[in-house]
């Protein structure tokens, strides 16, 4: 039962995690509908950019004495970098192509995917690069079941990005352009919306989000490495089709539910299989139910 | 009639890649104007909406609204301007609300209080709209995404607005309703009007001047109630 639970947590948390990555393959689908497959590559370079300023704060000392401005600063650098890395590839390898057949895009973002990495490993080497060890020691504790200051952070910090990404989708303006965008371009520019504007907007949210949980990951495992962004890209991928690609709502949930079959496989199951559950899970949406769990039947949480 | 026309098309060509939908069209529509475009099923009609919008590229010509030219504007910097179309089949965002509808209209303004008076006068113009503001727009019947589309074009401010088959599909009593709702919008806000149409019968009693447009080009020009009484008009157009 304690080991239930402590699982359960860590279930939420690397659900969380997903849920974070997995809302830019949506939010991107639902706008234009193109899977990004090089999304990965920002939640790697969100976790590098993470590493270099809190590696950075940490040596000044700063950590010890700022340590809430330090991490704000890490992941609003962290985010923004990633925005307009986002922005930029979009406009260089999306944006040209968004009037030829889909397939040209998607060879592109696979090109855009292996573009990206090579560049981090060759400016940030092909080992594992550690984050400053002594952030977060220590837990909260509940007789046996622990649950660590990190992963309280984490946890807060995905809900709290969450609830602010459905605010601004579903109850500001912009986040009304952004649904109209995704449902007729044509009339969004009748009304004054540019859809250049807000593919742009959708895609330096995507990235930000996936930034936020690189430094996330790479707090909670300890490091990062260039291809780090692969398999977290996939199973999130995975999570967003489960939901229903396009779905916010969805892609939150599938997020969870990857994490936590993840960690429960792993726990009850083998933990040797536990970066295959993500992909029976897809294989199975695909084949038994292609739109998802909030597919189109539940269409108010669509982008 | 003023000097300047409000919107003029000179010598338009446009159309989709090796299908030439327009073919030297000229066009003047002065202030204050109800101006109807009627023409049978593929003749351009929608194209030259869309032309005047920039959705649809121009090839050859030119289209000057209030003396400039558009031609190089986006399309989506034109309804802050002044220029606003209800385009065929309504196009409602089928999965925001009515009020998000007409905030949407509003897009590009930032005068809340104003934009939450226009809302309530759309209200007032659409009752229905306002019975049903938290509905999703794709759940409205025909008529009320008609009404909900007029609504929408009006959060705009227009000075010109462009209304492409409002009619289609719609009971005649919903039609005379809506055409109502049109002819004041002309009178009471002083809006422009450029009207396309099928029903050329219906267009030509609520226009001052009409154009008739057969694949792709201008063929007929004259005052609405001419048009109306033309033989030739009302053997092709009005089924006699
Ligand atoms: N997206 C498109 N791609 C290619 N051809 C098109 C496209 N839209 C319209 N056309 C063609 O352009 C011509 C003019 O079409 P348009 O829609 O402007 O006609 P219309 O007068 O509005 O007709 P209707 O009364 O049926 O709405 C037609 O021959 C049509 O087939
Ligand atoms: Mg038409």
Redo the contacts between chains.
């Keep these: 039962m304690d080991s239930f639970i402590q699982q359960l947590i860590n279930g939420i948390t690397l659900g969380g995690i997903y849920a974070l990555i997995a809302l830019g393959y949506t939010m991107v689908y639902g706008v234009i509908q193109l899977i990004n497959f090089a999304h990965g590559e920002f939640f790697a370079a969100g976790g590098y950019v993470g590493v270099i300023f809190l590696s950075f704060f940490t040596g000044l000392g700063y950590m010890e004495t700022h340590p809430i401005f330090c991490l704000t600063a890490s992941f609003a650098l962290a985010m923004m970098y990633c925005a307009y890395l986002a922005i930029g590839v979009e406009k260089i390898a999306y944006k040209p192509l968004r009037k030829e057949a889909r397939l040209a895009a998607l060879l592109s973002a696979l090109g855009v995917s292996i573009f990206l990495s090579n560049g981090l490993m060759l400016t940030q080497g092909v080992y594992d690069k550690a984050y400053p060890s002594e952030l977060f020691q220590g837990g909260f504790n509940f007789g046996i079941i622990t649950i660590g200051y990190l992963q309280v952070l984490i946890v807060c910090l995905t809900g709290a990005l969450l609830v602010a990404l459905n605010l601004l989708v579903f109850k500001t303006?912009i986040g009304?352009?952004m649904?109209?965008t995704a449902?007729?371009k044509?009339?969004?520019?009748?009304?004054?919306?540019?859809?250049n504007n807000i593919i742009s907007l959708t895609f330096a949210i995507g990235a930000g989000l996936a930034a936020a949980a690189g430094i996330m990951v790479g707090l909670y495992y300890g490091s990062v490495r260039y291809d780090m962004g692969f398999l977290p890209g996939i199973k999130a991928f995975s999570a967003a089709v489960l939901g229903g690609i396009g779905n916010i709502t969805g892609a939150m949930l599938g997020g969870l539910i990857i994490g936590m079959v993840e960690i429960f496989g792993a726990g009850y199951i083998s933990g040797e299989y536990k970066d295959v559950f993500a992909f029976i899970i897809l294989i199975g949406v695909l084949y038994f139910k292609p739109t998802g769990i909030m597919g189109e039947n539940i269409?108010?949480t669509?982008v | 009639m003023s000097a300047q026309p409000i919107l003029e098309l000179k010598n338009v060509h446009s159309g989709y890649g090796s299908i030439k939908a327009l073919r030297d069209v000229s066009l003047k529509i002065y202030p204050g104007e109800v101006v109807a475009i009627i023409g049978a099923n593929g003749a351009g009609k929608s194209t030259t909406l869309m032309t005047i919008c920039g959705i649809v590229p121009l090839e050859k010509g030119d289209v000057f609204y209030n003396g400039v030219s558009v031609k190089n504007i986006a399309p989506e910097k034109l309804p802050p301007l002044g220029l606003c179309q209800v385009p065929e089949g309504r196009r409602i965002f089928p999965r925001l609300t009515v009020e998000e509808n007409l905030i949407l209209g509003a897009f590009y303004r930032n005068d809340k209080p104003e934009i939450q008076r226009d809302i309530e006068h759309v209200y007032s113009l659409f009752p229905v709209l306002g019975e049903r503001n938290r509905q999703k727009g794709g759940t409205l019947s025909g008529g009320e995404q008609q009404m909900l589309a007029i609504g929408r074009a009006l959060m705009t401010k227009p000075k010109v607005l462009l209304l492409d088959e409002p009619s289609l599909g719609l009971a005649p009593i919903i039609i005379h309703q809506i055409f109502d709702i049109i002819a004041d919008i002309n009178k009471n806000q002083g809006t422009t009007i450029l009207l396309v149409e099928q029903n050329a019968n219906l267009a030509l009693q609520a226009a001052t001047r009409g154009y008739v447009l057969e694949t792709g080009q201008i063929t007929l020009e004259d005052k609405a109630s001419s048009l109306l009484h033309n033989p030739e008009i009302r053997k092709a157009y009005l089924g006699e």
């Design positions: 303006k009304m352009a649904r109209a449902q007729d044509t009339m969004s520019a009748l009304v004054a919306i540019g859809s269409d108010d669509r």
